[in-house]
């Protein structure tokens, strides 16, 4: 399996940006499928981005547009570039990998093996 760990949540108002990292170590990283989670208190998990060994990416509709999935050369790191942030999208938000994910299936978490702790983002209006 890969083991994952998320920074770079913070504090920020509305209409400012953050940019996620997810460091990604143990099995060959760019081996999997990988892709951001959110939770917020008493909500669903929602799937925001993913993207796959050939970095083909999607986005939930909520963030089209704003938020940008990537990762390095190396595929080592995955990062979630968030701008224009709206107070709904304080969440916690979490990294996620498996070895294959059906593309229409790309955003359900429950197809995720492997899953870093989490970092918190919260946007103030």
């Known amino acids: 399996p890969v083991q994952l760990v998320e920074s770079g949540g913070g504090s920020v108002q509305a209409g400012g940006s953050l940019r996620l990292s997810c460091a990604a170590s143990?099995?060959?990283?760019?081996?999997?499928?990988m892709a951001w989670f959110r939770q917020s208190p008493g909500k669903e998990r929602e799937g925001v981005a993913s993207?796959?060994?050939?970095?083909?990416?999607i986005y939930a509709d909520s963030v089209k547009g704003r938020f940008t999935i990537s990762q390095d050369n190396a595929k080592l790191t995955l990062y979630l570039q968030m701008n224009s942030l709206k107070p709904e999208d304080s969440a916690m938000y979490y990294c996620a990998a498996d070895r294959w994910i059906p593309r229409w299936a790309a955003l359900e978490g429950h197809r995720y093996g492997s899953w870093g702790q989490g970092t918190q983002v919260t946007v103030s209006s």
């Open positions: 993207i796959d060994t050939n970095g083909r990416t």
């Open positions: 143990g099995d060959t990283p760019g081996n999997y499928y």
